[in-house]
């Protein structure tokens, strides 16, 4: 499906009785026409005229460092309408606290970030929405692709417009055992607060997997209908850089881990099967741990206590830019989180040809983890960690397979089908 650009009515001087004004592609044949009625020589008015429409992506801004699966997805989704022409807008380009958030990542995860970039920002967009002439006068879908602006929806509702979209990406606090601190159980309870709110004002849902989608039917009691299962999409750059062959042979081989240093992460059984694994390989070994969090000083002290602080590396403000060569250099993946409502790291490492290894009690989507190896334990990780650094056709075979399935969750794939949901939201649209 090919989107040209949206025409500007103010371009228009004069329309003829029975033309039509198209906004978003004349191929799309059932989309967004109006007609223009009037006689042959009546004068171009904008009151005549269907307003433009206008989609508002809401999130937190855009970091030069690599953030959440949150802010990857609204990053992610905003280029790819952007490249399919949609008229498309990020609240950080028409608010000041938002252009800060583009260049202050220190800030950005923080309590001084969370009431920055998740509170007084949409107050900001609000005022700016309101009092801008040129923004006003458009029609528009709001999607809200995080969690803790869902909160605002009565008020988007209630001034702005009914046309929002919701992208749920998990209900992890719901599924969380246990809280590494006092911030991070205030966190759980306002993305709970925030969801509720979320599910009961939105027009539409995007579950970015069948199992959130189920979670949210299941845990909230939201209808089927109400909910469009669209899978995340893993960015083009993710690759092989490395000849797998070359790979298989190098001297120091390295097992990595990717996300946030939090509890549901689970890092301290990698580095327990780590300790597992280095007296079982016969050959050089390290692990890469790659994230940022509350757990990362009980890590270090749980990686002293195990003697391997020669042999683990905590990574942190890995630039997105850096995070290919990462994945390129790495042989497996452990992947140990207890529960996803996606898992961008699997994709993306099986997209470099990184094997990757899960835990069966994990709950993490049927669709993501098909090309995973699953184990029971630390032991049995260890295990086909080992088989995998030592057996060259497995570890290829594994590679090639993980390449292939991992391959139809690009984004430019994705994006038809949120143009698609858009669309048929549009169609029903009640715009103020």
Not at 49 to 72: A, D, H, N, V
Not at 102 to 119: M, P, Q, R, V
Not at 234 to 262: A, N, T, W, Y
Not at 295 to 314: F, H, W
Request: charged share 25%.
């Amino acid at each position: 499906m090919k989107f040209s650009k949206i025409e500007n009515p103010s371009e228009i001087n004069t329309l003829k009785s029975g033309c039509y004004a198209f906004y978003l592609s004349s191929s799309c044949k059932s989309l967004m026409t109006r007609k223009i009625g009037g006689r042959p020589s009546e004068t171009y008015s904008k009151n005549n005229i269907q307003r433009q429409l206008m989609i508002f992506i809401l999130s937190r801004p855009f970091g030069k460092i690599r953030g959440t699966g949150f802010e990857r997805y609204s990053s992610s989704l905003y280029y790819g309408l952007k490249k399919a022409n949609l008229n498309v807008i990020h609240v950080s380009e028409i608010t000041f606290i938002g252009k800060l958030g583009n260049h202050s990542i220190k800030a950005y995860h923080s309590l001084l970030g969370l009431i920055l970039f998740d509170i007084f920002i949409y107050i900001e967009y609000l005022i700016r929405i309101k009092t801008s002439r040129q923004l006003a006068s458009r029609n528009y879908i709001i999607h809200i692709t995080e969690p803790l602006q869902g909160i605002f929806t009565p008020i988007f509702s209630r001034f702005l417009t009914k046309n929002i979209v919701i992208t749920i990406h998990d209900i992890a606090p719901l599924y969380q055992t246990k809280s590494a601190s006092l911030m991070d159980r205030l966190w759980n309870i306002a993305f709970v607060f925030s969801l509720r709110v979320s599910l009961s004002n939105a027009s539409q849902l995007i579950a970015v997997s069948t199992q959130t989608r189920n979670d949210i039917m299941n845990q909230f009691g939201i209808p089927s209908e109400k909910i469009t299962t669209i899978f995340s999409g893993i960015d083009e750059k993710f690759r092989p850089s490395v000849d797998l062959s070359k790979k298989f042979h190098r001297e120091l081989r390295i097992v990595g881990c990717v996300g946030s240093l939090i509890p549901r992460k689970r890092f301290d059984k990698a580095i327990r099967m780590f300790d597992i694994l280095r007296r079982i390989y016969k050959g050089s070994l390290k692990l890469v741990i790659c994230g940022e969090g509350p757990l990362k000083q009980s890590l270090e002290s749980l990686i002293s206590e195990l003697g391997l602080s020669d042999m683990v590396e905590l990574l942190s403000h890995v630039p997105e830019e850096e995070m290919v060569d990462l994945y390129n250099n790495i042989d497996v993946l452990m992947y140990t989180s207890e529960y996803e409502g996606f898992g961008y790291p699997i994709l993306e490492a099986q997209l470099c040809g990184v094997p990757v290894i899960v835990y069966r009690d994990s709950k993490i989507p049927e669709e993501v983890k098909r090309c995973c190896i699953e184990v029971e334990d630390d032991y049995h990780a260890a295990e086909v960690i080992n088989k995998l650094l030592t057996q060259s056709t497995y570890y290829e075979n594994v590679s090639k397979e993980s390449i292939n399935y991992a391959s139809n969750f690009r984004w430019d794939k994705i994006i038809d089908e949120v143009i698609k949901d858009i669309k048929d939201l549009n169609a029903h649209a009640d715009f103020k």
